[in-house]
């Protein structure tokens, strides 16, 4: 299957500070990106679609504001995480669907596990 | 009604008996549909993909897909500690990239 890679695949920052990660396509050109947020024991929930070349779409009830979502290019979208609280503690995963086919496989970077402290 | 509805689990099968999980979709228009397989702690990986409605098999799994009842599942034969995870059915809505996913099926294997 295709690649997707994600960095870094943990971090622990202070409350109040910002965290981005990376999500990359190594093998195929990703113009739509997805990003996920998992708690504990919980399945997973959309966050946002990352679209390269024009702004994210945000799923409601998250904060657009707290969860910058940039696509540059076709292989690389980032998420940073402004302001990070304790309650923002939690794994986030990213996919790229492979392009230009509606329906068709979707991969996933290897998750974040981030810890606000 | 949710999008993608999975058989509720935990679901618990001894070493070598046949793990059987259930999923059905919404939209009649989907053409796509996957399982997942999720690790505690790990991401998500594709390990079977669907798109005709009959069989497919690929070694130890089988997926079914029947359109008309709106149904897909997998079936894990000869199952093994190592397919002690949780399993999810995603299936993307028609013109959608947009995936949605079943809550998941937790299978534990017991040796």
């Known amino acids: 299957g295709a690649v997707v890679s994600q960095h870094p695949s943990r971090v622990i920052c202070k409350s109040g500070t910002s965290v981005k990660i990376e999500c990359r396509s190594l093998d195929f050109q990703a113009t739509t990106m997805f990003w996920y947020r998992q708690f504990p024991k919980q399945s997973l929930m959309l966050m946002a679609t990352?679209?390269?070349?024009?702004?994210?779409?945000?799923e409601q009830g998250v904060e657009k504001d707290k969860f910058l979502i940039n696509h540059a290019s076709l292989t690389l979208s980032t998420l940073t995480v402004t302001s990070a609280h304790p309650e923002d503690s939690s794994f986030y995963i990213c996919s790229a669907p492979l392009p230009f086919n509606p329906g068709a496989e979707a991969f996933f970077g290897q998750g974040t596990r981030l810890t606000v402290v | 009604q949710k999008e993608v509805e999975q058989n509720s689990g935990p679901l618990s099968v001894p070493e070598g008996a046949i793990a059987s999980l259930n999923c059905t979709y919404s939209d009649r228009g989907s053409q796509s549909f996957f399982w997942y397989r999720q690790y505690s702690g790990k991401s998500p990986e594709l390990i079977m993909s669907i798109y005709s409605n009959g069989d497919k098999e690929d070694g130890r799994f089988t997926a079914q897909l029947n359109k008309a009842s709106q149904y897909v599942s997998l079936l894990i034969r000869d199952s093994q500690p190592s397919d002690s995870a949780t399993y999810l059915c995603a299936v993307p809505p028609s013109n959608d990239y947009k995936l949605s996913f079943g809550a998941g099926t937790t299978v534990t294997v017991r040796a």
């Open positions: 990352s679209n390269e070349g024009s702004k994210a779409t945000y």
